[in-house]
């Protein structure tokens, strides 16, 4: 089974700009969740999303959002980029309680 | 306010030494305890996890020991190899609210050869 699929693998942005990630989650998982990992504040819960509707949602501003597809595929914006987004952006499947991640997006932003 | 608390934050541990990682959590609704491991350029893979009726777990080198009553729970990998020299977060979530997994700061372990 192929594993958590996340494009683009790499993404340069200047502040201000917006930004869309995509995930694909593994098959059969209809869970997909989004975290935040920089150096300084560690791995962040962004929010999760199941069956199209987000069920969980942690403390991030309105600037960050997502949605999920019907095929369970999933993206997350960032809007008026700010330097502190500066991350690598992971997403997770699951199908129950365990979560996969996936490679990551590492976004930076100038 | 961190919700778990890992240490230490990095750690040296010599070929077939024992790795120790402590976790304290402070929320007694969590119910879901799982630990990751992280390899520079890489995404959390799953080592191991543990539900709090149980207070040990072992999978292959891991070992997951948990102490209900103190609210803490340890990661133990019996002789260490440098293959395991890689970041490990230790994490807890409440199974009824979702997936959303609150992660400990990290550990960085070496094992030097």
């Known amino acids: 089974k192929a594993g958590v699929t996340q494009t683009p693998r790499y993404l340069i942005k200047t502040r201000g700009q917006q930004v869309t990630l995509s995930c694909s989650p593994i098959?059969?998982?209809?869970?997909v969740s989004w975290y935040q990992q920089t150096p300084g504040q560690g791995l962040q819960f962004l929010f999760e999303?199941?069956?199209?509707?987000?069920?969980n949602k942690g403390n991030f501003p309105g600037r960050f959002s997502g949605r999920q597809f019907s095929n369970s595929r999933s993206e997350m914006n960032v809007s008026t980029l700010e330097l502190g987004d500066s991350a690598l952006y992971l997403c997770?499947?699951?199908?129950?309680?365990?979560?996969?991640f996936g490679p990551g997006t590492r976004l930076t932003v100038l | 306010q961190q919700q778990v608390k890992q240490s230490p934050q990095s750690l040296i541990v010599q070929k077939g030494g024992i790795s120790i990682i402590n976790c304290a959590y402070e929320?007694?609704?969590?119910?879901?305890f799982p630990w990751y491991q992280q390899f520079p350029g890489k995404g959390p893979a799953l080592l191991i996890a543990?539900?709090?009726?149980?207070s040990e777990k072992k999978e292959g080198r891991f070992t997951i020991s948990f102490n209900k009553s103190a609210k803490q729970f340890s990661l133990h990998i019996m002789d260490s190899q440098p293959g395991d020299s890689a970041t490990y977060f230790c994490?807890?979530?409440?199974?009824?609210?979702?997936?959303?997994?609150?992660f400990g700061k990290g550990t960085t372990l070496s094992v030097s050869s």
């Open positions: 929320n007694t609704a969590f119910d879901y």
């Open positions: 997770a499947s699951s199908l129950e309680i365990e979560q996969f």
């Open positions: 999303y199941f069956s199209e509707t987000q069920r």
């Open positions: 543990i539900r709090p009726d149980v």
């Open positions: 994490a807890a979530s409440r199974i009824q609210a979702g997936t959303a997994l609150i």
């Open positions: 098959s059969g998982h209809r869970s």
